[in-house]
C-alpha cells in the first residue's frame, strides 16, 4: 500500500491523520508490522554499549535493525549491510548471536563498525590508557616536541595553530604507542589502536572551525567557536574515558556470550565479494539522494587519519552511491530509465536542473545494480529489509519507496512482501500526532524460494 506524501517544500515529510503504531524501546519481534501501518519507534537508548562512540549522519536507531533480525533470521544465521555505517545493524546482529557481515565504501564508516564491534578487555585497555595520558602529557609540556603537522586542503583555515599541535600530539602518541606484548593472546595491536583512532576522530569535528550544526563540514564567517589552547587534548580525554566505558559494558556482555562473530570485508554495496546465496538477510539504509554527503562530512577526519592517500576527495566522491559529483557531459541530455514511476520525475526535474535530474537517474540506476548484488548473496526464501526516505528535489517529489518497489520486483525479482512507514524516532520524546514528520520506508523484500 502506497501512502500519500506531502507536497510541502521541505523533503521526507509525511504527513498522517492516524495515530502511528507505537513502541517504547524494543518491538517485540513475534509481531507483524502489517503492511501500510506508520510505527513510532520512541528509542529507548540510542547509544547502548558502543553505538554512541562516533557521530554518523543518518544512523538507525538500533530498535529498528534489531527487531527486523530478530524477525526474519535465527541464531548463527548470517546478516549483512552493505552500507552499514556507523555499523548498527553489525552491532545488532551480533548481539542477536548472528554472524554479521559490514561493508562500506566509506573508510570512516568501516573503521567506526570495527571498533564499535570489537569488545576489548577493560584491564588491558586501562593500562594502556595510563600510558597514553602519560605521553600526552609529556608530549605537551616538551619544548623539544615539533610535530610533522600534515598538509591538507585549507587546513589553517580548518584548524587553529593550537588545535592542529594538539592534535598532532595525540595522534603521534596514539601511532608511537609501545606495543604492549601480554595482550597479543586476546587481542590484534591494530584494534587497540584503532580504539583510540576513533577516540581521535570523534573529537576532530568539534575542535575545528567548522559549523557545528550543519551535517556537511562547512566553514561560516558568522559561527566563531571558542577552542582554547588545551581544550583538544581535554575534549579527547573525555571522549577516550568515555568510550572506555561504553567498551567496558560491550566486554560483559560479550563475555557472557558463546558466538560473537563480525566482519568487516573490502568491497562496496554494488560488488560485495561475497558467495552466491551465503547471506540469511540483508538490513540496510541506502544514503538519501541529495541529502548527505559522505566524503565531505567526513572530510577532515579522513585527512588525519591518512585514510585519502594520493586519491582526491572528487575521485572518492564518485564512488559512492547517491554521489554529486558528476560531469557536465554525462547530464547534457535527459537519461531515463524506462521505469514508470521514475521517468516523469526525471523529466520534471530536468526541465529545471537537467545535474540533479542526471544524480536522482544514478541513484537509481545504481540501486538496481546493488539489488542485483544482494539477490545474488542472499539464499531463497531470504529477505531483503530496506529503510528510505523520500525526497524533494527542485519542488519535485521523488517517491524512492515505489521507485526502489518497481525496481526491486519488475526488474530484479524479489516479490515485495509488506512495507511500512517509520515515522521520526527520538529519544523518549513524544511527537504530536499531527505533526508533520521525517521518516523513512522500510520495504520488506523477499528473494523467491
Ligand atoms: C544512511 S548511511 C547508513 C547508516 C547506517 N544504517 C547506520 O546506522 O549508521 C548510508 C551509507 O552508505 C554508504 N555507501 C554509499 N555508497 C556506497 C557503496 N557504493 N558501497 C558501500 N557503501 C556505500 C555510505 O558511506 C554511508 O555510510
Not at 399 to 428: A, D, M, P
Request: proline share 5%; with cysteine.
Amino acid at each position: 500500500m502506497v501512502r500519500p506524501i506531502s507536497n510541502d517544500t521541505s523533503s521526507d515529510i509525511h504527513q498522517e491523520n492516524d495515530a502511528p503504531l507505537e513502541f517504547i524501546g524494543d518491538i517485540d519481534s513475534s509481531l507483524e508490522i502489517p503492511d501500510g501501518a506508520d510505527i513510532l519507534i520512541v528509542s529507548k537508548d540510542q547509544s547502548y554499549l558502543t553505538h554512541g562512540i562516533h557521530k554518523f549522519p543518518a544512523k538507525f536507531f538500533p530498535e529498528l535493525p534489531r527487531y527486523l533480525i530478530q524477525r526474519y533470521s535465527e541464531v548463527n544465521d548470517t546478516i549483512l549491510d552493505p552500507m552499514c555505517g556507523s555499523g548498527t545493524t553489525i552491532l545488532e546482529a551480533a548481539l542477536c548471536r548472528r554472524k554479521s557481515i559490514g561493508i562500506d565504501i566509506d573508510s570512516i564508516a568501516r573503521l567506526i563498525t570495527h571498533v564499535k564491534t570489537t569488545p576489548i578487555d577493560p584491564a588491558i585497555l586501562e593500562n594502556i590508557i595510563t600510558s597514553l595520558t602519560q605521553q600526552i602529557q609529556k608530549y605537551s609540556l616538551s619544548s623539544e616536541y615539533h610535530p610533522e603537522i600534515p598538509v591538507f586542503n585549507y587546513r589553517d583555515n580548518w584548524f587553529r595553530p593550537h588545535v592542529l599541535s594538539e592534535l598532532c600530539i595525540i595522534r603521534d602518541c596514539i601511532e608511537s604507542l609501545p606495543e604492549v606484548h601480554d595482550v597479543y593472546s586476546v587481542h590484534e595491536w591494530s584494534d587497540i589502536r584503532d580504539f583510540f583512532r576513533i577516540a581521535m576522530s570523534s573529537i576532530i569535528r568539534d575542535v575545528s572551525n567548522a559549523d557545528p550544526h550543519c551535517t556537511r563540514t562547512v566553514l561560516r564567517k558568522k559561527v566563531i567557536k571558542k577552542i582554547d589552547p588545551g581544550d583538544t587534548i581535554s575534549k579527547f580525554l573525555v571522549a577516550l574515558f568515555e568510550q572506555a566505558k561504553a567498551m567496558k559494558d560491550l566486554w560483559s556482555v560479550y563475555s557472557s556470550m558463546k558466538n560473537w562473530e563480525v566482519s568487516i570485508p573490502e568491497g562496496t554495496a554494488t560488488n560485495t565479494g561475497l558467495t552466491d546465496a551465503s547471506v540469511d538477510l540483508v538490513v540496510t539504509s541506502p544514503p538519501y539522494i541529495n541529502a548527505v554527503d559522505y566524503p565531505r562530512t567526513h572530510q577532515l577526519e579522513m585527512y588525519w587519519l591518512g585514510f585519502l592517500g594520493d586519491e582526491s576527495l572528487s575521485t572518492v566522491k564518485r564512488k559512492y552511491i547517491g554521489t554529486e559529483t558528476v560531469y557536465k557531459r554525462e547530464y547534457s541530455e535527459l537519461s531515463v530509465s524506462g521505469l514508470d514511476s521514475l521517468d516523469p520525475v526525471l523529466k520534471e526535474i530536468f526541465k529545471q536542473d537537467p545535474r540533479r535530474s542526471f544524480i536522482t537517474y544514478m541513484f537509481f540506476r545504481d540501486m538496481e545494480t546493488q539489488l542485483r548484488e544482494t539477490m545474488r548473496v542472499l539464499k531463497p526464501g531470504g529477505r531483503y529489509c530496506i529503510a528510505i526516505g523520500s525526497n524533494l528535489i527542485r519542488g519535485v517529489q521523488v517517491k524512492s519507496h515505489e521507485i526502489l518497489s518497481e525496481i526491486s520486483t519488475v526488474n530484479v525479482g524479489f516479490e515485495l512482501e509488506r512495507t511500512f512507514f517509520s515515522k521520526l524516532i527520538r529519544h523518549f520524546i513524544r511527537i504530536p500526532r499531527k505533526e508533520r514528520m521525517l521518516g523513512e520506508w522500510i520495504l520488506i523484500l523477499k528473494k523467491p524460494s
